[in-house]
């Protein structure tokens, strides 16, 4: 799988794109960044999701709790904690 960097108006950290069985991935990771820099981050990428094969995968330190209140109602999540300690938090439209 191949990742590129792909340019995200308004978005303060870097994007990359991939496909995977089918689906299109955007993912960023926030884990660096302070509050509400994840968040604003998110809810920008939220708008590179057009279909139901979009996903939006943002990596953080900590799972986002005050994130999933601000998230629209067409939009569901999963989160993962990953061996790191990080969360991996997977965003998709609800069909």
Do not use: W
Request: charged share 25%; hydrophobic share 35%.
């Amino acid at each position: 799988m191949q990742k590129e960097l792909i340019e995200v108006p308004r978005a303060t950290l870097d994007f990359y794109k991939y496909e995977e069985d089918g689906l299109t991935y955007y993912e960023y990771n926030a884990t660096g960044c302070q509050p509400p820099e994840p968040m604003v981050n998110t809810m920008v990428g939220l708008s590179l999701l057009k279909s139901a094969n979009d996903r939006l995968v943002g990596i953080f330190f900590h799972e986002p709790f005050p994130l999933y209140d601000r998230i629209p109602l067409t939009i569901s999540h999963e989160a993962k904690e990953l061996e790191s300690g990080d969360f991996r938090i997977t965003f998709k439209l609800e069909e």
